[in-house]
C-alpha cells in the first residue's frame, strides 16, 4: 500500500497542499512550522476520522475562516488504485475503487477497507505502530490494550471478534457495580445491606407493635373479663345493698316509729298517771277548809307575838317578883341610915375635942368618923336604891299588866281565826294548811307536767298520734318483714357501701381502660399486613442479595478465567512480538541489545545485553534514545505483526531527534531495509535523511 | 328453596412469600375478591352467604381488616353470613378475640363452637351443620353429624378439611372419608380448604376453590359458587371474581430464537393483574448477550410480578471447542472452565458452569448488554 499523492484544502496553515510520494523513503523536508506536523495530521485525519460525526472535534483544525477542510489520498494497492476523500464540511467521506468503479461511503465500509488494506483501521493502533511522531516514540505503551486486543486477534486467526478486554471491563463493572461501597453512590449489596438494615428495623418495631397489640388484646380481654366481674358484683352488691338499704330503712323507721310510739304511749301513760295522782289529790284535800296564806301568816305572827309576850310576861313577872324581893330587903336602912347620922355628928365632935385634946384620941376619932362617912354613904346609897326598886317594880307590874292584856288579846285573835276555819287549834290549822297546800302545789305540779306531756295538745290529738304512729309501726312491721326482715349490721351495711363505692369506681376506671384500648386498638392500623409487607420486601431484598452475590461470585469467576484464558493467548502473542522484536533491536543495537521481553499486561520490557548477560530494566538503566530504539523496534515488529501480508506505509515524523549520529544511522539502515517493502514518509528539518531518499519532498 | 353464596380460603392478610412488593397489591385482591362476594350476594339477593374457613390467613390480622371484613358483612344487611373457622383461622386462632370484641352485625353467624349449632333459618326452611374446626390441625373428621331432620327440610354441612386420598396416607389434619358425606344425608355440603373448584364424586357436595388466587400452580380457582338447592339437588353456578392472571410459563430456546421473541411472547402477557413466572430453558440463545435479570428488570413495569429464570444449558462445549479452538480465547476461557467445572465441588460446580455460560454468552454475544 502506497501513498501516491495528497491534497489538502483549508486544513491547518494550509489553503491547498498537493504533494506526490513515491515509493521507499520520502523525506520530507521543512523548517519548523513549515507545515510537517499538519501534513501527517491531514494524513491521518483523511485516513481515519470520521467526517460525519468529528466535524466539530476537527473544526479548531480548519484554515483560519473556512468552514470546513476536505483531504484528498491517492492510495495504490496490489489489488488496485484508490482516492480517498473527505469532506469536513459537507460530511461526505467517500472511497472510490477506480478499478471496480465502486464507492465506499460509510464508516464501516471504510474501516473494512483500511482493515483490508493496511491491518490498521483505527486511528490509536496507526500512532501506536505505523506513525512514529517526534518524542511520541513510547505511544506503544500508551496503546498497550488496544495493541493487546490486535494481538490476540492476531494471534487467535481472526476467528473470533477480540471482546475479552471490554467482557473483562463489563465484568468488572457489573462487579463493582454490585459490590461498591461508598455513601454516595453505593453498589447494589449495600443498597441492599443499607435497605436490609432498615427493613429490619421496620420489622422489629412493627413486630413490637404488634407484640404490643396483642399485649392489648390481651389486656382488652382482661379488662373485659374485670370489667365484667366487676359490673356482675356490682350489680349483685347493689341490689343487696338497695335490699340492705330498704331493710336498714325499715329498721331506722320501725326504730324510730317505736320509740316514737314508746314516747307517746309513756307519755299518754304518764298523763293518765299524773291524772290519777291529780285526783288522789284531790281526794286528799277534800272537805279541808282552804287557808287562807294571810291567816297562816297572822297565825303565825300572832303565836310568835303571843310566844313573845308570853315569855315577856313570864320574865316580867320574873322581875316582878324579883323586885319584890329587893325592895323588901332594903326596907330598915331609913332607920339605921338616922342613927348613923347622929352618931356623925358625935364623932364628928368627939374628933374636934380629941383633935383639941389628945391627937392620938383624935386620930381614932377620925377615922371613926371616915369610917361612920363611908357607913352614911352607903346607907344614903341604898335608900336610894331602894327607891329605884320600887319605881322599877311599878314599871314592872305594869308591864305585866300590858303582857297580860296583849295575851289575851292575841289569842283571842288566835281563836278568831281559827273559829274561822272550824279548827281546834294552830297546829291543826297549819297541818290542814301544810296538807293543803302542798298537795295543791303536786297537783299544780302534777298538772303541769300533764300539761307538760299534752304539749299544748288535747289528749284526744295525742291518742289520735299515739294510734297514727301504731298503725305506722305496723306497717312498717309489714314492709320491714318484706324485705326480709332482716338486721343488718350498720357496720356490714358501711362495709357493703364501701364495697359498691369501690365496684362503681373500679367500673368507670376499668370502662375507661376499655375505652382508651379499644381505641388503641381501632387507630393501631394494618399492622400485621404492613409488617406481611415488610418480610416480604426484606425476603426479596435477601434473595436479591444472594442472587447479586452469586452473581459477583459468578463474574468474578467469569472475569478470572477469561483473564487466564487470555494470557494463556497472550503468552504466544508475546513470544511472537519478542521474536520479531528481538530481531530489528539485534540489527538497531549492533547486537549491544539481542533479546527483549514485554511484560504481559503493559507492553513494559526488558532487553537483554549479551555483554552483561542480563535482563536490563527499561526504567533503570537504559538511556532515553536505548528506550526509543527499543520502541521504534517495537513498532516496526508490531507493524509487520499487525499488517502481515500487507505492506502499509510508514510514517516517521522526525522520530530520531534523541539518537545520535551512530543510533541514526543504525535506524536509518534498519528502516532503508524496510522501505523495500514499505513506503516511509519520513518528516524532518534536517538534512542527515537525504542519502537514504528516494525522493525529498521540500514544503 | 335457598339459595347460598358458598365460598371459603379468601386468606385474608395473607404473607406472599417470594413475590417481593407485589404482595402488598395481592393483599388489596384478596379483599376487593372479599368486596365483590358481598356484592355478588346483593345482586344475586341469595338467601345466606357461607364462609367455609380460612376467612383469614393467620392471627398477623390487622384491626383494620377485621373492621373492613365487618363493615362488608354489614352491607349484606339481613343477609345471614356463615363463617365458621378453617385451618388457618381456627377457633382457638386470637383473631376471633378481636373480632368479638366488636359490635357485630346482627346477620353475622360467627360458629366457633358447637353452641350454636345447629343453626336453623326457618325463613329458608334450612339448618345449616357445622363442626367448626378448633385447632389448625387436629386428626378428626371436620364432617358434622345430621342429629335431626326434623329441623328443617332442607339440611346444608359446612366444613373445612380435606377428603381422604384413597391409598394415600395424610397427617393433614381434617380429613374425612366419602362416605361420610355419602352417608350423612345433607342436601348440600359446603366445603373449604383446596383451592380449586371441585366436586366430590358426583356428591352434593363441592370444593368452592379460593376466590381469588395466591399462588402459582393453580387451576380453576378465583371463583365463587352459588347453589341453589331445591328437592332434586343442587344447581351450581361458578362465577368469577378473582382478578389476577397467574401464569406459569416454560419458553424454549428452540422456539424463542432470540430474546425479542421471548420480549413478544411475554408481552402478550402483559396486565396490572398479571403475575408471569417464566422458566426459559433449550440452549443458550446463539449470537446474543441475553440476560435473564436485565430482562426481567425491563420487563418488570408491565406486569403485577414477573420472575424470570434462566434454565438455558450451556452450548454443547465440543461445539464450542470446535468452533472455538482452544487457540482462542473463548476456547482457551472453555477449556479451561471444563477444566475446573470437573474437579470441583457440587456447590462450585453449578456457579462454573453459570460462570461458563455468561463467559461464552459475552465472548460469543455481542458485545453490548443492551443489545437484547
Given at each position: 500500500m502506497k501513498i501516491n499523492n495528497v491534497s489538502i484544502n483549508n486544513f491547518g496553515k494550509f489553503s491547498e497542499f498537493n504533494a506526490e510520494f513515491g515509493s521507499g523513503i520520502n523525506v520530507i523536508k521543512g523548517a519548523n512550522e513549515a507545515g510537517k506536523s499538519t501534513l501527517v495530521e491531514a494524513i491521518k485525519a483523511g485516513l481515519f476520522v470520521d467526517s460525519k460525526s468529528k466535524k466539530k472535534t476537527l473544526k479548531d483544525r480548519f484554515?483560519?475562516?473556512?468552514?470546513g477542510a476536505k483531504v484528498y489520498i491517492g492510495l495504490s494497492a496490489e489489488d488496485g488504485e484508490y482516492d480517498l476523500n473527505k469532506d469536513f464540511l459537507s460530511g461526505v467521506q467517500v472511497i472510490e475503487d477506480k478499478q471496480n468503479y465502486s464507492r465506499m461511503e460509510t464508516k464501516e465500509s471504510w474501516d473494512k477497507f483500511l482493515e483490508n488494506e493496511i491491518g490498521i483501521s483505527d486511528a490509536d493502533l496507526f500512532n501506536a505502530t505505523a506513525c512514529v511522531r517526534q518524542d511520541e516514540m513510547e505511544d506503544i505503551s500508551k496503546s498497550s490494550d488496544i495493541l493487546r486486543d490486535r494481538l490476540e486477534g492476531i494471534i487467535t486467526g481472526g476467528?473470533?471478534?477480540?471482546v475479552a478486554s471490554k467482557v473483562i471491563n463489563d465484568l468488572n463493572k457489573r462487579i463493582s457495580e454490585i459490590k461498591k461501597e461508598g455513601a454516595k453512590d453505593p453498589g447494589i449489596l449495600k443498597r441492599l445491606e443499607d435497605e436490609a438494615e432498615n427493613l429490619t428495623y421496620e420489622i422489629e418495631k412493627l413486630t413490637r407493635e404488634l407484640e404490643e397489640t396483642e399485649a392489648r388484646r390481651g389486656e382488652l380481654v382482661d379488662v373485659t373479663s374485670i370489667l365484667d366481674n366487676t359490673i356482675s358484683e356490682l350489680n349483685e352488691k347493689s341490689e343487696l345493698l338497695e335490699k340492705w338499704d330498704a331493710a336498714h330503712k325499715a329498721q331506722l323507721e320501725l326504730t324510730q316509729l317505736e320509740e316514737k310510739y314508746n314516747d307517746l304511749k309513756s307519755r299518754f301513760d304518764e298523763i293518765e298517771e299524773s291524772q290519777k295522782k291529780v285526783i288522789s289529790y284531790r281526794e286528799q284535800i277534800y272537805g279541808k277548809p282552804e287557808i287562807l296564806k294571810r291567816d297562816i301568816e297572822n297565825i303565825d305572827e300572832l303565836e310568835t307575838k303571843l310566844r313573845y309576850l308570853q315569855s315577856k310576861l313570864s320574865d316580867n313577872e320574873n322581875d316582878e317578883k324579883i323586885l319584890k324581893n329587893e325592895v323588901s330587903k332594903v326596907k330598915g336602912i331609913g332607920l339605921f341610915a338616922g342613927l348613923n347620922v347622929v352618931n356623925f355628928f358625935f364623932i364628928l365632935g368627939c374628933f374636934a375635942a380629941g383633935f383639941l385634946i389628945e391627937p392620938i384620941v383624935a386620930a381614932g376619932s377620925g377615922f371613926f368618923i371616915i369610917t361612920q362617912i363611908v357607913f352614911v354613904v352607903m346607907v344614903w346609897k341604898r335608900s336610894a336604891e331602894r327607891a329605884a326598886l320600887k319605881s322599877q317594880l311599878r314599871f314592872t307590874s305594869k308591864r305585866v299588866e300590858e303582857n297580860k292584856s296583849e295575851i289575851e288579846n292575841s289569842c283571842k285573835a288566835i281563836n278568831e281565826i281559827l273559829e274561822k276555819y272550824s279548827l281546834k287549834n294552830t297546829t291543826n290549822m297549819k297541818d290542814v294548811y301544810e296538807l293543803v297546800e302542798s298537795t295543791q302545789r303536786k297537783i299544780h305540779e302534777e298538772t303541769s307536767r300533764y300539761e307538760h306531756l299534752l304539749g299544748g295538745k288535747n289528749q284526744k290529738v295525742l291518742q289520735g298520734q299515739l294510734e297514727a304512729v301504731t298503725k305506722d309501726l305496723a306497717l312498717v312491721r309489714e314492709r320491714s318483714q318484706s324485705v326480709g326482715g332482716l338486721f343488718i349490721d350498720p357496720n356490714e351495711l358501711l362495709k357493703l357501701r364501701t364495697r359498691v363505692q369501690e365496684l362503681s369506681e373500679t367500673k368507670i376506671k376499668t370502662e375507661e381502660k376499655f375505652r382508651l384500648i379499644s381505641h388503641q386498638l381501632e387507630v393501631s392500623g394494618g399492622g400485621a399486613e404492613e409488617l406481611s409487607t415488610f418480610h416480604e420486601r426484606f425476603e426479596h431484598n435477601r434473595s436479591m442479595f444472594e442472587r447479586y452475590n452469586h452473581n459477583q461470585q459468578v463474574y468474578m469467576i467469569t472475569a478470572s478465567l477469561i483473564e487466564t484464558a487470555r494470557a494463556n493467548i497472550l503468552k504466544a502473542t508475546a513470544e511472537l512480538l519478542e521474536n520479531k522484536v528481538g530481531k530489528y533491536l539485534s540489527d538497531i543495537t549492533n547486537d549491544r541489545y539481542n533479546k527483549i521481553r514485554f511484560d504481559k499486561t503493559n507492553l513494559d520490557f526488558s532487553v537483554y545485553s549479551p555483554d552483561k548477560r542480563d535482563w536490563v530494566n527499561s526504567e533503570d538503566l537504559l538511556s532515553r534514545g536505548t528506550i526509543d530504539q527499543v520502541y521504534l523496534c517495537a513498532r516496526l515488529a508490531l507493524l509487520e505483526i499487525l499488517a502481515g501480508e500487507r505492506k502499509p506505509f510508514l510514517i516517521l515524523d522526525d522520530p530520531f531527534v534523541h539518537f545520535d549520529a551512530d543510533r541514526t544511522k543504525n535506524a536509518m539502515v534498519v528502516i532503508k531495509e524496510i522501505s523495500k517493502d514499505y513506503q516511509v514518509l519520513l518528516f524532518t528539518n534536517s538534512d542527515n535523511y537525504d542519502q537514504n531518499a528516494d525522493q525529498v519532498i521540500q514544503l | 328453596m335457598p339459595q347460598i353464596i358458598h365460598t371459603a380460603d379468601i386468606h385474608l392478610g395473607m404473607k406472599f412469600s417470594g413475590l417481593g412488593r407485589t404482595g402488598k397489591l395481592l393483599r388489596t385482591h384478596l379483599k376487593n375478591a372479599f368486596s365483590s362476594i358481598v356484592d355478588i350476594t346483593i345482586e344475586k339477593n341469595a338467601d345466606c352467604l357461607v364462609i367455609a374457613g380460612d376467612l383469614f390467613d393467620s392471627n398477623q390480622i390487622s384491626d383494620s381488616t377485621v373492621n373492613f371484613v365487618i363493615g362488608e358483612i354489614t352491607r349484606l344487611q339481613t343477609i345471614p353470613v356463615i363463617i365458621i373457622p378453617g385451618t388457618h383461622d381456627p377457633s382457638s386462632n386470637p383473631i376471633w378475640r378481636s373480632f368479638k370484641e366488636k359490635e357485630l352485625?346482627?346477620?353475622?353467624?360467627?360458629?366457633?363452637?358447637?353452641?350454636?349449632?345447629?343453626?336453623?333459618?326457618s325463613e329458608i326452611d334450612t339448618t345449616f351443620w357445622v363442626k367448626p374446626n378448633q385447632e389448625s390441625n387436629l386428626l378428626e373428621s371436620p364432617i358434622p353429624e345430621?342429629?335431626?331432620?326434623?329441623?328443617?327440610?332442607y339440611h346444608i354441612a359446612i366444613a373445612h378439611g380435606s377428603l381422604a386420598v384413597p391409598g394415600i396416607e395424610s397427617q393433614d389434619g381434617y380429613t374425612f372419608q366419602h362416605e361420610e358425606i355419602s352417608q350423612a344425608g345433607f342436601d348440600y355440603v359446603a366445603l373449604g380448604h383446596w383451592h380449586s373448584v371441585k366436586q366430590l364424586n358426583e356428591l352434593n357436595a363441592y370444593y368452592c376453590g379460593t376466590p381469588e388466587q395466591s399462588r402459582f400452580g393453580l387451576k380453576d380457582c378465583g371463583k365463587i359458587l352459588s347453589v341453589d338447592v331445591n328437592d332434586s339437588g343442587v344447581n351450581i353456578e361458578q362465577i368469577q371474581t378473582g382478578k389476577t392472571q397467574w401464569h406459569d410459563l416454560t419458553l424454549s430456546t428452540e422456539v424463542m430464537k432470540s430474546p425479542g421473541d421471548i420480549i413478544k411472547e411475554l408481552g402478550t402477557y402483559t396486565g396490572d393483574t398479571s403475575l408471569v413466572r417464566c422458566v426459559i430453558e433449550g440452549g443458550q440463545i446463539h449470537g446474543v448477550n441475553f440476560d435473564a435479570d436485565i430482562l426481567k428488570d425491563e420487563l418488570e413495569e408491565g406486569f403485577a410480578y414477573i420472575g424470570i429464570t434462566d434454565k438455558t444449558i450451556a452450548d454443547d462445549i465440543k461445539m464450542l471447542l470446535a468452533n472455538y479452538t482452544a487457540v482462542t480465547i473463548t476456547g482457551q476461557f472453555v477449556q479451561v472452565m471444563t477444566e475446573r467445572i470437573e474437579n470441583a465441588s457440587p456447590d462450585m460446580k453449578d456457579i462454573l458452569e453459570e460462570s461458563l455460560k455468561l463467559g461464552c454468552r459475552l465472548l460469543i454475544g455481542n458485545k453490548s448488554d443492551k443489545q437484547l
Open positions: 484554515k483560519w475562516g473556512a468552514e476467528q473470533e471478534e477480540v | 352485625p346482627a346477620n353475622l353467624h360467627l360458629i366457633l363452637s358447637d353452641e350454636h349449632i345447629p343453626l336453623t333459618f345430621l342429629k335431626d331432620k326434623s329441623l328443617s327440610k
